[in-house]
């Protein structure tokens, strides 16, 4: 008994020591700043002097007098959400087409999941020069089918479209989870729908989609944080342009703490695109038990 | 036991080393810069320079000079952050006197005021490269040299063509016929011009003219126009007014009316505006003086006839003057002060780095550079610098210079991004230079809250 304990004690000791380094990662370079970061939203901090308490004046300003904030809330709400159910409705299909039995299954998953592992910038390159309105890939699409020429990123209704369209393009992630998923439906739940003399549709109603909705629930989580985070894009592409139609929030906290040199601020915008994606999350935490089915569970 | 011998041996190797870097230890000053990769060749050079001259004044001296070629002021404000600021630093203007106003940069002007080194003091500079704050009571310093915004044309176009050269002087050098030009220069595909029936004007294979839409091609012909961003004081706006909307809409009209000059998107299409103006995708581009760097080694090598003109005037002739001020830190330079301060006039002593300037690169911050023909010889390199160099670039600077609100006026760097996102609607020609003009207006007006020399 005693022998017993003193080896779960030095196991745990052990476990702990051993966890340590990324204990300590955790506590210093994530809580820790995540902290600073909380309480340097209420100061004036611009990295060179010492920050002094302005209490909510960062927010007053941000509400108040700040029409870029307005405009950066407005682009990336816009984007996430046609982000988000554009890439979760595409990613879902593609899984669900790749999940049949065609030839040259391989060939096609390849396909469709090279594009999520191409670096972000070398994408974005890819993409300035499809979306150019005089030579770009897409227009001359448009063009040999009779189609007027749009100006993709250079015009301010069409920039977060034309974002959301590239978004569905690095869906590989999603998709590669979502063909998991779909492998882990049972084949019994199939059969029992073709005994009862259902077709495809059936088929698909009433097992796919119920077995499938906690890998729905968890690409649409991490989608809607993902979202929320866009930033390469507006770096790299439009600066978040044109007229800041573009200028997606994490981009607008970038360049508030670091060309402006207005740190406290940034901090505080930080603090407010923390409790958005929060509250999101917690809606469609709150909102699971209504549509999202797991085996294991009894129904409510 | 063999191993308790190597940690005794390495432990001993380490003693020494640390004791002799020590002892040797003398000043290491910190010198930050950005550029294209022949610039950083340039300024590493001089760096080395400064080490060898210094030699015997300061024992053991060493220069770090660390390039940061992108995301500079995050790098700096990192620097700073973690307390170890460059002594001697290039810095952007937006945030320059910013820094100044909350002491993290130094006020030079004591330091000059005891100094006898000509080159360094007020009045033997340009006037329009110091950077004053504090109702003009303090400086900053210069620039790292002086630049101006100039017309680079390919000569060898205009020879084909037969149409003369732009005009060296200023005032015979107008908007009309600089459009004139311009549309005789820009063909399409089945060598027409803007104004021939049957023009193309989505497969053109010219441009006659081709710019940047940042403020520096920008603002020169507002104030040519008779226009500005913002009166004098630096507190209402005056970018909506009709000379300086009139002014943006006929550099739009470059673009969209006449087809003489590419679109922002047509631009992406574009080399580097130097290789698009050697490879004749374009007969003249407006541009900094500092590109001669990199046209004046072309020319060198005789990849093309270059020519420099002053930029077109609308009414009357100005010339933008800009630059990136270099600063010294507060925090590391106090604890190396003689040192900091003799590497600052090094760098801002255009007889230091007269490889740069007789490079293309930089205009020199000393004004006998300017009168006196000694010293012009000195810097002017026939093989970079062209012909009509004199007349187009220095007498247009000398006369018509005017130094750019990056030297003086609040949030610029806001005011500039701002200008910047509402104009880009102006050049895909979805609104008009009026309409994005009001809205600038609107948004720049509560930043508009003075200057810092005044």
Redesign the interface.
């Known amino acids: 008994m005693n022998r017993n304990r003193s080896l779960y004690s030095s196991e745990a000791k052990w476990g702990i020591i051993l966890a340590l380094p990324a204990i300590l990662g955790f506590l210093i370079w994530t809580l820790g700043p995540m902290i600073a970061s909380f309480v340097l939203g209420f100061t004036d901090w611009?990295?060179?002097?010492t920050p002094h308490f302005i209490g909510m004046g960062n927010f007053k300003k941000m509400f108040v007098?700040d029409?870029i904030f307005k405009k950066s809330i407005y682009a990336t709400v816009y984007y996430s959400l046609g982000s988000v159910i554009a890439s979760i409705v595409f990613a879902f299909l593609v899984a669900f087409l790749l999940n049949q039995k065609v030839k040259g299954l391989p060939l096609f998953r390849t396909i469709f999941y090279l594009p999520s592992i191409t670096p972000a910038i070398a994408s974005a390159m890819l993409w300035?020069?499809l979306f150019?309105?005089?030579?770009g890939l897409l227009n001359q699409i448009l063009k040999r089918f009779g189609f007027p020429r749009l100006?993709w990123i250079?015009?301010?209704k069409q920039v977060i479209p034309s974002l959301i369209f590239m978004s569905i393009w690095g869906m590989g992630g999603m998709m590669v989870i979502f063909l998991a998923g779909l492998q882990g439906v049972p084949q019994e739940l199939y059969e029992a729908v073709e005994i009862d003399g259902g077709n495809w549709w059936h088929r698909f109603r009433y097992v796919t989609i119920p077995m499938m909705t906690p890998t729905i629930f968890f690409n649409l989580v991490m989608a809607i944080i993902g979202s929320f985070q866009v930033f390469t894009s507006a770096y790299i592409m439009t600066s978040?342009?044109?007229?800041?139609a573009s200028m997606f929030y994490v981009y607008y906290i970038y360049l508030s703490a670091?060309?402006?040199?207005q740190m406290g601020y940034a901090c505080a915008l930080a603090i407010i695109l923390f409790l958005i994606i929060l509250s999101f999350t917690l809606l469609v935490f709150k909102s699971s038990p209504y549509w999202v089915y797991y085996e294991s569970a009894r129904r409510r | 036991m063999k191993k308790s011998i190597w940690v005794v041996i390495l432990s001993l190797i380490l003693v020494i080393g640390i004791t002799v870097s020590s002892a040797t230890a003398a000043v290491e000053l910190i010198y930050t810069y950005w550029g294209s990769p022949l610039e950083r060749d340039a300024q590493a050079k001089m760096c080395r320079d400064f080490e060898k001259a210094y030699q015997s004044i300061f024992p053991g001296i060493k220069v770090k000079d660390i390039y940061i070629p992108s995301n500079y002021d995050e790098k700096i404000n990192a620097m700073i952050a973690a307390g170890e600021p460059p002594h001697v630093a290039q810095l952007g203007e937006a945030l320059a006197l910013e820094w100044a106003e909350k002491g993290i940069l130094m006020d030079i002007l004591p330091l000059i005021k005891q100094d006898k080194d000509p080159s360094v003091q007020i009045e033997n500079r340009l006037s329009m490269t110091w950077y004053w704050y504090d109702k003009g009571k303090k400086t900053i310093g210069t620039n790292l040299a002086a630049e101006v915004m100039v017309l680079w044309y390919n000569k060898e176009i205009f020879d084909k063509a037969g149409i003369p050269y732009p005009a060296s002087n200023p005032e015979a050098w107008t908007w009309e016929k600089f459009l004139d030009t311009a549309i005789k220069l820009t063909t399409d595909r089945n060598g027409r011009h803007p104004g021939d029936p049957g023009f193309d004007p989505s497969n053109i294979d010219t441009f006659g003219v081709a710019f940047g839409t940042w403020w520096g091609p920008i603002l020169p012909f507002i104030w040519s126009n008779g226009g500005d961003i913002c009166d004098s004081e630096g507190k209402r706006p005056l970018i909506n007014t009709p000379a300086s909307v009139e002014a943006i809409q006929k550099l739009a009209d470059l673009m969209l009316k006449y087809h003489v000059a590419p679109t922002p998107t047509q631009m992406q299409a574009f080399p580097a505006l130097r290789i698009a103006l050697q490879t004749k995708k374009v007969a003249m581009y407006i541009d900094g003086q500092w590109a001669l760097l990199d046209l004046g080694q072309m020319a060198k090598e005789g990849r093309i006839k270059l020519g420099v003109a002053p930029l077109p005037k609308l009414r009357k002739p100005v010339c933008l003057e800009l630059g990136a001020p270099n600063v010294m830190f507060t925090a590391s330079a106090q604890k190396a002060l003689k040192e900091s301060w003799e590497f600052y006039k090094w760098t801002t002593n255009s007889e230091k780095v007269i490889s740069l300037v007789r490079g293309g690169l930089w205009m020199p911050l000393q004004k006998w550079y300017y009168t006196n023909p000694k010293y012009m010889n000195q810097w002017l390199d026939p093989a970079v610098h062209p012909p009509e160099y004199k007349p187009a670039v220095i007498d247009y600077l000398l006369k018509y210079g005017r130094r750019s609100p990056s030297y003086y006026l609040r949030n610029w760097g806001k005011i500039s991004d701002i200008m910047y996102q509402e104009l880009t609607n102006v050049w895909l020609g979805k609104v008009s230079a009026k309409v994005a003009c009001d809205n600038i207006a609107d948004k720049i007006k509560p930043l508009l809250v003075g200057r810092y020399d005044k």
């Open positions: 611009n990295v060179v002097s007098e029409f300035i020069w150019n309105p005089d030579f100006l250079y015009d301010e978040g342009g044109p007229n800041y670091f060309r402006y040199g």
